[in-house]
């Protein structure tokens, strides 16, 4: 039997990012604000995290509303307009329903309908999975641009009294616009995950626990094995960090930004001693006044970096998330 013939689907031989946006809560929280209820002190909070303000968002300021926000600055700077979007990809952990997602809802209020849209849960590593999957829609002609945001309103789920992680925690979104390039400007991503343990960072009760309690389990919100995470990210991610520079064919001193998760200032200490980074290379440390925002640290920490250093446009910037799953992503990319 002759064997039908499909028509082959081709697409650019490159992708780049064109542009970012960002958003970030209205509100600043400094560690006085939150130290009284967990026995603590500004002191203690700046040495342990490195954390000194956090946005957070009011509650009339909604997660969508600032991933709308990110998103219409990366369309307007990337010079497309919104119906010119083949896709929209959030990452979030903080999608206040089950579904639908949060991404229909973005591509409806900024005009990208009707591309597909859908979320990414994959925490802190959740941008770079975006950027990964963006980068192989547009190489295999599935879509010429594509809208990736990193979107998270944490502060619904901080408990006051948590000294696990909850202090680090902070609002906002951040979005980049990727499309077809005729240089490589992301390289290949290595990335996965380790689900043995799945119990270092995630939610302290179930929703079934909190609907079956009868007032006795408290509203679920966001816990950590610190130690646990602590080590795994400052020995094994390094590691990741390596690999994905091997794979984009770079050395650290090549490099003219490193933007990694916004975890914990400790942690980006450790990674630039890791990768052994010259002085020449910029390291994004955002978390000090925006706080620990996982799927959107990492986008939002590039635009503050551009923001402040225009000089890095066009450099080559390494990018890593990591976080509860435990889950990792890596990637070389050149900044817009």
């Known amino acids: 039997m002759t064997r039908p013939s499909l028509n082959e689907s081709t697409g650019a031989k490159h992708s780049r990012i064109y542009a970012l946006g960002a958003s970030r809560g209205d509100l600043t929280v400094t560690n006085d604000d939150i130290a009284g209820p967990i026995e603590s002190s500004d002191e203690w909070i700046r040495q342990r995290t490195g954390v000194i303000t956090r946005k957070r968002a009011s509650a009339g300021l909604t997660v969508v509303d600032m991933a709308v926000e990110a998103a219409n600055e990366a369309i307007a700077k990337a010079g497309i307009t919104p119906d010119q979007i083949d896709a929209v990809l959030v990452s979030t952990i903080s999608n206040p329903v089950a579904t639908p997602s949060l991404a229909a809802l973005v591509a409806e209020r900024v005009g990208a309908n009707p591309a597909p849209a859908y979320d990414i849960s994959a925490a802190c590593a959740g941008y770079t999975y975006g950027i990964a999957q963006a980068d192989s829609f547009i190489r295999s002609g599935l879509a010429h641009y594509v809208l ?189």
């Open 148 to 336: 990736v945001i990193g979107a998270e309103k944490l502060s619904d789920f901080a408990k006051p009294n948590d000294r696990t992680i909850s202090f680090l925690l902070g609002d906002g979104a951040g979005a980049a616009v990727i499309g077809p390039s005729d240089f490589p400007g992301i390289s290949k991503t290595v990335w996965g995950s380790d689900g043995s343990k799945w119990d270092a960072v995630g939610m302290d009760h179930s929703w079934a626990e909190y609907r079956d309690g009868g007032g006795d389990v408290d509203w679920p919100t966001l816990r950590q094995e610190g130690q646990t995470v602590f080590r795994w990210a400052v020995w094994e991610m390094a590691k990741v960090a390596k690999r994905a520079l091997d794979e984009a064919g770079v050395t650290s001193d090549q490099l003219a930004a490193f933007i990694p998760h916004q975890a914990n200032m400790r942690i980006i200490d450790e990674f630039a001693k890791q990768l052994a980074l010259p002085d020449s290379v910029a390291i994004a440390r955002d978390i000090e006044t925006t706080g620990n925002t996982s799927a959107a640290s990492i986008p939002l920490a590039t635009h503050r970096l551009l923001e402040e250093h225009p000089e890095l446009s066009g450099g080559l910037a390494l990018e890593i998330g990591f976080g509860a799953g435990l889950v990792f992503g890596a990637q070389v990319v050149v900044l817009p």
